[in-house]
C-alpha cells in the first residue's frame, strides 16, 4: 500500500525535515511503499498550506497519508479541521499518525474493528483538540507578553520580522534561470521551505 508522508514544521528554525527519517523507518516496519514526501515549514494553524494541498490533490483513494503526530497535520480551527477531516475522507485517504497505535493497528472486520475505528477518531479528535488548545495559551501568553512591555513602556513598538533579502534574491534569480522548475525543486536547491518560494512568486506576481 502506498503512503504519502506529511512533515511539517512551524517556522524556519524548526526542521520539518527532522521526522523524515522516523517516518521513513515507520513505513518500512509496516510494509508501505512511499509515494512522495511532501515537507513545509508553516503554522499548523493554516488549512492552507502548500505542500498539504499537493498531498491531497496527488494521492489516490485507499493510500495512506502518515504524519508523526496529530499536531504537526493540525493546530487548525474547529471549523477548518472539519474541513481537511473532510477533504481526507472524501478523497479516500486513510490517516495514520505514527505515534497513535490505534491508527495503524486496527483490527478490520466485524465488532472488533467497529470499536477500534470509533475509538481512533475519538483520540484522533481529543489530540487535535489538545493542539489547537496549546496553540491557543501560546497565543495568550504572547499577547499578554506584549500588553505587559507595552504598559511598562508606552512608546515601545515591537520589531517586526523582516524577510531574508540574500535568501529571497537566491530565489528570484533561480526561479529566472530555471522557469520550469515546481517550487519544491527550487526549495530543496536554494534550502528553504517551499512555502518561501510560494511567497517570493506571489510577489513577483504583485
Known sequence: MNAHLYLRASTKDQDAHRAKKLLETFAAAQGLDVAGIYSENISGTKLERPELMRLLDTASPGEILLCESVDRLSRLS???WETLKGTIK???LRLVVADLPTSWQMATDGI??????VINDMLIELMQ???????????????????K???EEPDWKPVGKGKNAKLWKSIKE??????TMNADEVAKLVGCGVATIYR????LKA
Open 78 to 80: 474547529q471549523a477548518d
Open 90 to 92: 472524501a478523497k479516500g
Open 112 to 117: 472488533a474493528g467497529e470499536v477500534m475505528r
Open 129 to 147: 483538540t489538545m493542539a489547537r488548545l496549546d496553540q491557543a495559551k501560546r497565543v495568550e501568553r504572547i499577547t499578554q507578553g506584549l500588553e
Open 149 to 151: 512591555k507595552r504598559a
Open 174 to 179: 533561480t526561479l529566472a534561470k530555471h522557469p
Open 200 to 203: 517570493v512568486k506571489r510577489e
